[in-house]
């Protein structure tokens, strides 16, 4: 299970942050015909497209997911029925998309402009999205990550050029990353469609009953203040630091230099994202089976997976600050000095393995009401406490209130009763929580060091490493990676 699960985790990151990554190795090339008003323009347009994005399937994912493991002999017939509702929603979704990007950047950007983004993103979202959805989940489900793998190797490939192009060659600025991003998610699209609607013969069905959808939609309605956390978690931040554009040290220059900051540390979760993308199908197999080991082989590899991200956020941030100032060589507006909004977040995002294994089931189980006091309230937190501190601290305020409401979207699910009932084994999520927020603190204080002592530092956690995983690691791993993937 272990060598699968990070096989094709490191595989899916690789090949869906082909186009990032290139980014990066372009950031010294391109910097200089960008500037942090980009960074703001897509930022900002991201974070309240992120508005709408809770709603974009009606919270139906899981019921994709839930007709091919329980129903597996006739899910195409429940999934043309759930497409065919959903590409009619889809139209009331892509004209609500229009309005909104139309009166946040009617004046920010010239019209001209303003209407290829609303073009360029809205297009997408209702001819593209569903099918690549539905086409990387069957595959998932299947075990068949390499066709995604593939695929999104391809798309990445196809941004990295279309970004070089537009903003290297015909200096478009921050319409290269509203162009790379149609590009990626167009091919991707047509790539899935030729699966879904050709190989697969899975045709939307518009022969729907009132009934059904109103049970479906019981069942998927309360996913959607669970999607809504994402947005409130990931976008809701950019949103409250343009309204408050001038007060504190909130402006124009710092917004972007949170993008930067916000965006390294999410490539650090986009891991994590894939890791979760892998060992879900494996999860809801084991619940299918019923295998009796179920939560001691979970527990296991959640703590594999914690003390992979621990140390992987703590070196991220240790030598963040060097990181920055490679990519940044010009310095402009400042951006080299993002690193130290990023160490906080990159430690934020070592609560999704905790995350995953106490909601996991709760899905399994079609029980989606208790995740309102997990993900909704960790978003709803972090919009008041944005809200509250933002004026008084800046951007501190944003990095503080999206690192304790991840950290408390992690743990909670293993303290509230109705949740903690799937869960007979402790995971320790107190403790997890402080020992990660001392680390964070002693980070933003070691990233000053010269070299040499970040050098001593980083050996030790590494001889930390090796010394556990004679000693333990290895006996734990082989259990683990003992566990029959399908």
Known sequence: MLKFVFKNSL?????????????????????????????????????????????????MSPLFQNAFFKKERFFKSYWSQYMGFLLLYKIFYGVSATALIYFVFRNDVPEDHLWTIIALLVTPMVTFDLTRGIGMRLMQFRHKHNVVHVSTAIAGVLTVITTFVTIYIYKLGYLGFFISNFVSV???????????????????????????????????????????????????????????????????????????????????????????????????????????????????????????????????????????????????????????????????????PLYVASVEFVIFNEKTTSLFKITTAAGILNVVLNLALVPFFGIEAAVFSTFFCYMYMGISGHLFKDTKQYLPLSYYPIPIFFFITLTGVFVTFAVEFNWMIKAVITASLLAACLIWFMKRGKGIIREVQSIKTA
């Open 186 to 352: 167009m091919f991707q699209g047509i790539f899935f469609a030729i699966i879904i609607y050709g190989a697969e013969k899975i045709l939307p069905s518009f022969s729907l009953r009132g009934k059904r959808i109103r049970g479906w939609l019981k069942i998927s309605l309360p996913l959607v203040p669970h999607k809504f956390s994402d947005y409130l978690l990931t976008s809701s931040d950019r949103i409250v630091l343009d309204q408050y554009n001038g007060i504190s040290n909130v402006g124009t220059a710092t917004i972007g230099m949170y993008n930067v900051a916000y965006s390294f540390a999410s490539y650090f979760n986009h891991f994590s994202g894939q890791v979760n993308t892998v060992v879900s199908p494996i999860y809801f197999s084991l619940f299918r089976d019923k295998n009796p080991d179920v939560h001691l082989i979970i527990r296991k590899f959640t703590f594999l997976w914690l003390g992979f991200s621990y140390v992987a956020a703590t070196l991220a941030g240790l030598w963040s600050k060097e990181v920055f100032k490679f990519f940044f060589l010009n310095n402009t507006d400042g951006l080299a000095d993002s690193y130290k909004y990023a160490i906080f977040l990159f430690m934020a995002f070592c609560y999704r």
């Open 11 to 59: 595989l899916y990151t690789f090949a869906s942050q082909v186009p990032m990554f290139a980014n990066l190795l372009l950031y010294p090339i391109i910097s200089e015909f960008l500037t942090s008003f980009d960074y703001f323009v897509y930022g900002t347009a991201m974070g309240y497209l992120g508005l709408l994005s809770m709603i974009a399937d009606l919270g």
